[in-house]
């Protein structure tokens, strides 16, 4: 499977991209917004992409921003880029926020969890009995939806040059029983192909490891081709939320606590050993 442009990370470009021409300008938003005739809290909303950019907004906000030739053509190409359906728009309803988005055109996916195997690496009987425990009032047609949205996600490791999978898994993910037994050893044995996969390197913390960085919760990093159009992203969620950071100095918190982590868990091959230890010995 080939890599397509994601619409949410040329969206997030495009408003990185025009905060550059504006600040290039000297000018505040507000002053953008007042020249214009726009309320003034517009530009700050589409900067921050709580508003999106519109194909009527881009020819006075170049022509203010005295865009050159090449820029207003590159600007315009992720426009019409942002404005493109990703194939996980079919399933809004059921998948986190922009996060699918901003996961499909990753290089490199750093995570950390705690309570359940990561989306990526899950089977399908895994997901089910997740769906089952959390969503207890959906209907049949959601819980499908629900599984068929995240066995999607998997095929971007399928994809011609795949993402690098960096997973620091908590001891308790292994000992957790979802499902039952029989779903529960298919999962593990799933980890343990995993960590044969040369893009895919699988780490566990083990309980001895004691208290550690992420004692708050799970968390999972993206990075990209070009880190100066594209910087890093932080990823945050639960039950009931979820939270993008963008900010440099929060994302480098929360790359020192990854390093932290990968220094306290046990080794790749130590960890398949682990898994493979903790699939036979799941209860029947």
């Given at each position: 499977?080939?890599?397509?442009?994601?619409?949410?990370?040329?969206?997030?470009?495009?408003?990185?991209?025009?905060?550059?021409?504006?600040?290039?300008?000297?000018?505040?938003?507000?002053?953008?917004?007042?020249?214009?005739?726009?309320?003034?809290?517009?530009?700050?909303?589409?900067?921050?992409?709580?508003?999106?950019?519109?194909?009527?907004?881009?020819?006075?906000?170049?022509?203010?921003y005295e865009a050159t030739e090449s820029e207003r053509?590159?600007?315009?190409?992720?426009?019409?880029?942002?404005?493109?359906?990703?194939?996980?728009?079919?399933?809004?309803?059921?998948?986190?926020?922009?996060?699918?988005?901003?996961?499909?055109?990753?290089?490199?996916?750093?995570?950390?969890?705690?309570?359940?195997?990561?989306?990526?690496?899950?089977?399908?009987?895994?997901?089910?009995?997740?769906?089952?425990?959390?969503?207890?009032?959906?209907?049949?047609?959601?819980?499908?939806?629900?599984?068929?949205?995240?066995?999607?996600?998997?095929?971007?490791?399928?994809?011609?040059?795949?993402?690098?999978?960096?997973?620091?898994?908590?001891?308790?993910?292994?000992?957790?029983?979802?499902?039952?037994?029989?779903?529960?050893?298919?999962?593990?044995?799933?980890?343990?192909?995993?960590?044969?996969?040369?893009?895919?390197?699988?780490?566990?913390?083990?309980?001895?490891?004691?208290?550690?960085?992420?004692?708050?919760?799970?968390?999972?990093?993206?990075?990209?081709?070009?880190?100066?159009?594209?910087?890093?992203?932080?990823?945050?969620?639960?039950?009931?939320?979820?939270?993008?950071?963008?900010?440099?100095?929060?994302?480098?918190?929360?790359?020192?606590?990854?390093?932290?982590?990968?220094?306290?868990?046990?080794?790749?091959?130590?960890?398949?050993?682990?898994?493979?230890?903790?699939?036979?010995?799941?209860?029947?």
């Amino acid at each position: 499977m080939a890599q397509v442009p994601s619409p949410t990370i040329r969206a997030r470009r495009l408003r990185r991209e025009l905060r550059r021409l504006r600040d290039r300008t000297g000018r505040t938003a507000e002053e953008v917004a007042k020249i214009l005739g726009w309320h003034r809290t517009k530009i700050i909303r589409l900067e921050q992409g709580h508003s999106r950019v519109m194909p009527k907004d881009m020819p006075p906000l170049l022509d203010l921003y005295e865009a050159t030739e090449s820029e207003r053509e590159s600007l315009t190409a992720l426009l019409r880029q942002s404005r493109q359906k990703g194939w996980w728009s079919a399933y809004g309803d059921v998948l986190p926020d922009n996060y699918v988005g901003f996961e499909a055109e990753a290089t490199s996916i750093s995570t950390f969890e705690s309570l359940y195997v990561p989306g990526l690496l899950q089977t399908e009987e895994y997901v089910r009995a997740i769906v089952r425990a959390g969503r207890s009032t959906a209907d049949q047609d959601e819980a499908d939806r629900v599984v068929a949205a995240r066995l999607a996600r998997k095929a971007l490791l399928s994809r011609d040059v795949p993402p690098s999978l960096w997973v620091v898994l908590d001891e308790a993910v292994l000992r957790r029983v979802v499902g039952g037994s029989a779903v529960m050893r298919a999962q593990l044995a799933r980890l343990v192909e995993a960590c044969e996969m040369p893009t895919v390197e699988i780490q566990v913390l083990p309980f001895t490891a004691g208290a550690h960085a992420a004692m708050g919760g799970a968390f999972t990093l993206l990075s990209y081709d070009d880190p100066v159009l594209d910087p890093t992203v932080v990823y945050l969620s639960n039950d009931t939320s979820t939270l993008l950071l963008e900010e440099s100095r929060q994302v480098a918190r929360y790359r020192l606590m990854f390093d932290h982590l990968r220094a306290k868990a046990l080794d790749p091959d130590q960890s398949a050993d682990l898994l493979s230890r903790a699939a036979a010995e799941v209860p029947d």
